[in-house]
């Protein structure tokens, strides 16, 4: 009996939790509705609004869970990997840096200028790099799935 009360009021406080939030939209479906190049986002926000979730605001990721962007090997050997990965995702096991990721990424929803902006960003502001990607790459990687 105490067990089910318990679980009731739990019950109880999500949801009122739930309902007391004003935003009813799911966060995981905001990535479906059309980009934010009006807005005109540098490639910092772009990457805090869509990457720092799981690859965190410093862009070391989570070991064995989320892959590192910063200081990373698998990204800085090809940063048209990462344009691979924000337009189709990935689902297939990784090495980064010598740890075997397994996890899934989604796709994410960003226009061409967009997706240069925020691996432009990781890769010369987050990694202090010379690479540089261009609209090009990213229509060769779409050409070249």
């Not at 698998?74 to 940063?79: A, G, I, K, S, T």
């Amino acid at each position: 009996m105490r067990t089910l009360l318990s679980i009731n009021t739990f019950l109880a406080i999500v949801a009122l939790a739930l309902l007391s939030c004003q935003n009813t939209e799911d966060p995981s479906l905001k990535q479906l509705h059309k980009s934010n190049a009006a807005q005109n986002l540098s490639g910092k926000d772009l990457y805090m609004m869509h990457c720092a979730a799981c690859h965190q605001n410093n862009a070391k990721g989570v070991k064995g869970i989320f892959p590192p962007l910063k200081d990373s090997d698998y990204f800085l050997e090809d940063p048209k990997r990462a344009i691979h990965n924000i337009l189709y995702g990935q689902s297939e096991k990784i090495k980064v840096n010598g740890v075997v990721y397994k996890g899934l990424m989604p796709a994410v929803k960003m226009s061409d200028s967009e997706v240069v902006k925020v691996v432009n960003y990781l890769v010369k502001d987050v990694n202090k790099s010379n690479q540089i990607i261009n609209l090009n790459d990213v229509k060769w990687v779409k050409q070249n799935p």
